[in-house]
T-cell receptor
Framework: AQSVTQLDSHVSVSEGTPVLLRCNYS??????LFWYVQHPNKGLQLLLK??????LVKGINGFEAEFKKSETSFHLTKPSAHMSDAAEYFC????????????FGSGTKLNVKP | EAGVVQSPRYKIIEKKQPVAFWCNPI?????LYWYLQNLGQGPELLIR????????DSQLPKDRFSAERLKGVDSTLKIQPAELGDSAVYLC???????????????FGPGTRLTVL
């Protein structure tokens, strides 16, 4: 069963406009959720994580995400895109009692137009 | 603080040849992970070590893949013999604790891009 669904494989925005990258998850237990970013030829970098504290999570570089249990969603947002945000973004969920087993979504490539 | 180090960064080999990847985790991190990332997809776990013990190797193709983490620090991942379908990026990650009751952040290395010709 699919644990993480990233609803868009590609998103294109203009610089200075808002970013929305969508993620839905399925988990039998209270999940932990993460967003990672991967720039070309670079390793995955943690943007933010949710681990059952505040539902609105703020991360690095102005990104934030809101955990909505009723919608099983954890969408990533940023008010104003910057050219340097162009990269691939991965939503990650832990499932079950094994908190260190990560399930990655298939990724969303963000393109930022000048 | 140094991050997760991987080498080599790129490797090109012919099919049926052996290949090995090396990973040095963040100092003090007890758990080490190897992931496979195919083009256009998210990483998939191959094996997870807690200290020296492989606690989850259910996704490791054991007929051709092997891994070790001697002394609970560095790790190597080997493929022998390599097949065309093994072309991918191999990522290493580490986290501080072990399975326990909380979720640790995983820190990733830059990966090794393998091309099998």
């Amino acid at each position: 069963a699919q644990s993480v669904t990233q609803l868009d494989s590609h998103v294109s925005v203009s610089e200075g406009t808002p970013v929305l990258l969508r993620c839905n998850y399925s988990s039998s237990y209270s999940p932990s959720l993460f967003w990672y970013v991967q720039h070309p030829n670079k390793g995955l970098q943690l943007l933010l994580k949710y681990t059952s504290a505040a539902t609105l999570v703020k991360g690095i570089n102005g990104f934030e995400a809101e955990f909505k249990k009723s919608e099983t969603s954890f969408h990533l947002t940023k008010p104003s895109a910057h050219m340097s945000d162009a990269a691939e973004y991965f939503c990650v969920v832990t499932r079950g009692v094994n908190f260190n087993k990560f399930y990655f979504g298939s990724g969303t490539k963000l393109n930022v137009k000048p | 603080e140094a991050g997760v180090v991987q080498s080599p960064r790129y490797k090109i080999i012919e099919k049926k040849q052996p290949v090995a990847f090396w990973c040095n985790p963040i100092s003090g991190h007890n758990t080490l992970y190897w992931y496979l990332q195919n083009l256009g997809q998210g990483p998939e776990l191959l094996i997870r070590y807690e200290n020296e013990e492989a606690v989850d190797d259910s996704q490791l193709p054991k007929d051709r893949f092997s891994a070790e983490r001697l002394k609970g620090v560095d790790s190597t991942l080997k493929i022998q013999p390599a097949e065309l379908g093994d072309s991918a990026v191999y990522l290493c990650a580490s986290s501080l604790g072990t399975s326990g009751t909380s979720t640790d952040t995983q820190y990733f290395g830059p990966g090794t891009r393998l091309t099998v010709l």
